[in-house]
């Protein structure tokens, strides 16, 4: 079975900390990595993205550091806020319909 | 902007009761998917659609089903509801392949919180 394992659960971080989440897939047919972010009571938004091909993608404070090799890829949050409190998820795209497996997700708090 | 809606935000149902939770999309997108989502588990993938009355099995398709009549409606039906489908359920859609950086983008609903007693 397709799988993408995401760590750590949950994560707090003072006010401009640098939280990092990582996640590890399995599949090396997987060929789109995007992390959505949820707030309470709302469904998931995306939030970046990165294909296999480029090893760093940056939007903003949010950075995408991907391995190939290691088949593993991360999300760093640059001077973090209170507002970037949510749950972040990793996923990977493959399948018949190109369809996404998410990572179990990660809980951030970012304290004031 | 996308919009993609779910008849309801919180549904009490009752072992056995059928169940039906609905999903509209006002993109024309192709795709559509029905997740649940559960605490540590993530976003699990239960049943998605390409096309008009075309489906397909997820992850975790065992007690459920669906129905596309419609483009832009995507239906889940729980036919004899049971405790262990108490969840979050979340709807997506997507468009085809190609066309902008964010052509894959999949855009969730805001979520039905099903509670079964």
């Known amino acids: 079975q397709q799988q993408v394992k995401q760590s750590p659960q949950s994560l707090i971080v003072q006010k401009g900390g640098i939280p990092i989440i990582n996640c590890a897939y399995e599949?090396?047919?997987?060929?789109?990595f995007p992390w959505y972010q949820q707030f309470p009571g709302k469904g998931p938004a995306l939030l970046i993205a990165i294909r296999p091909d480029v090893s760093e993608k940056k939007e903003g404070r949010f950075t995408i550091s991907f391995n190939k090799s290691a088949k593993q890829f991360s999300l760093h949050i640059m001077d973090s806020q209170p507002g970037d409190s949510a749950t972040y998820f990793c996923a990977a795209r493959g399948g018949s319909a190109r369809q996404l497996t998410f990572g179990s997700g990660t809980q951030l708090t970012v304290l004031p | 902007d996308v919009k993609v809606t779910q008849s309801s935000r919180y549904l009490v149902k009752r072992t056995g009761e059928k169940v039906f939770l609905e999903c509209v999309q006002d993109m024309d997108h192709e795709n559509m998917f029905w997740y649940r989502q559960d605490p540590g588990l993530g976003l699990r993938l239960i049943y998605f659609s390409y096309d008009v009355k075309m489906k397909e099995k997820g992850d975790i398709p065992e007690g459920y089903s669906v129905s596309r009549e419609k483009k832009e409606r995507f239906s889940l039906i729980l036919e004899s509801a049971s405790t262990n489908q108490t969840s979050m359920y979340l709807c997506?859609?997507?468009?085809?392949?190609?066309?902008?950086?964010?052509?894959?983008?999949?855009?969730f609903g805001p979520g039905t919180r099903l509670t079964v007693t």
């Open positions: 997506a859609s997507r468009g085809s392949q190609g066309g902008g950086s964010r052509s894959y983008e999949q855009y």
């Open positions: 599949n090396t047919a997987f060929d789109y």
